[in-house]
């Protein structure tokens, strides 16, 4: 069985895309535009951007890794999603199974009521995505089913894409046990009820005020002041964590730079950090509320969106020409995925995997140099928590 998948645009954002194609495909709209929800006004309803930077080291993998949030509950999409269905009432079921079997047959059973479901798998473990295999167990990541072949043991999936992809049973089983501690986690869809104008407005609000909320209150892992962690350990020689220690002895940092440049710019982002689509969130709520002041806390995420871009572009300096064809073929790799063009993403992917051990074999920078870049980028990072902070405190202000 296969279920109406609505043509659109491939999403930008795991959680909110797959929502956004969940509601187009129930014909469910917008009681104020009376048009399909924007992704933009979902993100935002949710609660809209966050912060989160963490850093993993584990003797078993050749290089750390580096994870960077920037949506709000950026290292949960479940309380994500859980406040924006709520906020939409719409009515959804969370389910988590303990065995493969059960959550594969909870699968089927929401797939027969006709119901899209979103799961939560490991991205690294989907091979059409062409990860490394060093990222296994790192990426949490929500694709929604849309059918299931048994003759061809094939599921029918949605993954930030313009068309259905084909997976096999045990490929999605395997995907989805090794997202840790989730296990076979899923929301199907039922329906959704009323939602008046007047309930939509009030959500509008609370996502913005969640948001200004998150990103203003010191929390581990969560906020803005998790930037000038990460600024302090990029220019700290002495500590364990510091950059300077931990790629000392010609350890190559590339590893860990590509993926500040894949965060911000590809991965689930919309190029600026998910800066940009809240900035348009803010602006499409600034009509809906009759509050034009959103507009100018618009304009202040447009200039930290280039912000944010100018500093993925810096982890890797395109005065080095080997950075400069990395970064476009990363460019390229996202651009064929979302054309659905997978032999063009698998050609891509090889020549990238080749230019990388290249640069891992010879890092085009001695050991000054890196320091030096890590000292810039800290004093970029340093510069965008100013900016976000004024952001954040002039966005609460303008919903009290």
């Known amino acids: 069985m296969k279920l109406e998948f609505p043509e659109s645009s491939a999403g930008i954002h795991p959680p909110t895309a797959a929502l956004m194609k969940i509601l187009q495909a129930k014909g469910i709209s917008n009681p104020i535009t009376k048009q399909p929800y924007t992704e933009a006004l979902l993100f935002g309803i949710g609660g809209g951007i966050g912060l989160g930077y963490i850093l993993f080291q584990f003797k078993h993998l050749p290089n750390p890794i580096v994870v960077l949030g920037f949506r709000n509950e950026w290292n949960n999409a479940q309380a994500f999603l859980e406040t924006l269905t709520d906020r939409l009432f719409l009515k959804v079921q969370f389910q988590e199974f303990k065995q493969i079997e059960d959550g594969k047959q909870g699968l089927e059973q929401a797939i027969n009521r006709q119901q899209p479901v979103i799961v939560w798998v490991d991205k690294a473990h989907l091979p059409y995505r062409q990860l490394s295999a060093d990222l296994k167990g790192f990426i949490s990541h929500q694709v929604t089913v849309y059918g299931h072949d048994e003759r061809s ?23 989805r046990e090794n997202t840790s501690p989730q296990n076979y986690l899923m929301m199907t869809f039922i329906n959704a009820e009323s939602l008046s104008v007047q309930e939509l407005r009030a959500s509008i609000i609370d996502g913005i005020k969640d948001c200004a909320a998150q990103l203003t209150q010191a929390q581990p892992n969560l ?178």
């Open 153 to 175: 043991s094939h599921w029918h999936l949605d993954d930030l894409s313009n068309r259905l992809i084909e997976i096999r049973d045990k490929t999605l089983s395997i995907a």
């Open 223 to 400: 906020g803005i002041s998790n930037l000038d962690i990460w600024a302090n350990q990029l220019t700290d020689q002495v500590g364990f964590t510091g950059w300077p220690h931990l790629f000392k002895n010609h350890k190559s940092p590339y590893p860990v730079l590509r993926m500040i440049y894949e965060s911000i710019k590809l991965n689930g982002a919309d190029g600026f950090a998910l800066r940009k689509i809240y900035a348009d969130f803010l602006q499409e709520a600034a009509g809906m509320l009759s509050n034009y002041a959103l507009n100018a806390v618009a304009g202040q995420y447009l200039q930290l969106a280039n912000h944010w871009s100018n500093l993925a572009d810096n982890a890797l300096p395109s005065r080095f020409p080997v950075f400069d064809r990395a970064k476009n073929l990363l460019n390229e790799k996202y651009e064929a995925y979302k054309n659905h063009d997978f032999v063009k993403h698998h050609q891509i992917s090889d020549d990238l995997s080749f230019l990388e051990e290249e640069i891992k074999a010879e890092f085009p920078m001695d050991t000054i140099e890196t320091i030096q870049l890590f000292a810039r980028l800290a004093s970029q990072i340093k510069l965008i928590a100013e900016l976000e902070n004024s952001a954040a405190h002039r966005l609460r202000e303008v919903t009290r």
